[in-house]
């Protein structure tokens, strides 16, 4: 009996040395801001899938194709001069919602991999209008012991920023009629 339950807490100790040695983790980003307006004219900014700079701070300019048709493409260029390449996965202009991968970026740029998010604009029942943007994604090392740029970490902080500082631009250029 002492024998098999000394087999048995070696096993449950090699496990767990498994478990903990794994590789990055599904990481997930939500923000939201209100805005004095209404949806449609929200929507007219933040739902033209080939002009994200008109309201993303980072963006410099944008090339697109295929419209807002599921498959589109745009070509996002940076003002730090880096591209970011996205693809439309889904676009509904009646629940005014899309949803979008990355399909290339490099780390120096956004420390992610596997990166998918959507935006949705909804009236607000107490007035104005809410927009959420919520993605998922890894970091961009996918091995073990990232260096702390590509880290999990650094992958939230990059996206949580660029959510955080876009919507706010949102606001102001919707609410401003910049």
Not at 20 to 28: D, E, I, L, N, T
Not at 29 to 48: L, Q, Y
Request: proline fraction near 6%; charge should be neutral.
């Amino acid at each position: 009996m002492k024998k098999s339950l000394a087999i048995l807490a070696s096993a449950a100790l090699l496990c767990s040395g498994w478990a903990s040695a794994h590789g990055p983790s599904r990481q997930k980003v939500t923000e939201s801001v209100e805005i004095s307006s209404t949806p449609e004219a929200v929507w007219a900014v933040v739902g033209n899938f080939a002009a994200p700079e008109k309201w993303m701070p980072a963006v410099e300019s944008t090339t697109a194709q295929g419209g807002t048709e599921k498959g589109a493409t745009r070509e996002l260029k940076l003002k730090n001069g880096g591209v970011i390449k996205e693809e439309l996965k889904t676009y509904d202009t009646g629940k005014m919602s899309f949803q979008y991968k990355i399909t290339e970026v490099n780390p120096k740029d956004l420390p992610v991999s596997n990166y998918a998010a959507t935006l949705a604009v909804e009236a607000n029942p107490a007035g104005g209008v809410r927009v959420e943007w919520n993605g998922a994604f890894y970091r961009s090392f996918m091995n073990n012991n990232p260096p702390p740029e590509e880290s999990d970490e650094a992958a939230l902080k990059a996206v949580t920023d660029v959510y955080k500082t876009s919507l706010e631009r949102l606001k102001a250029v919707v609410e401003q009629g910049q």
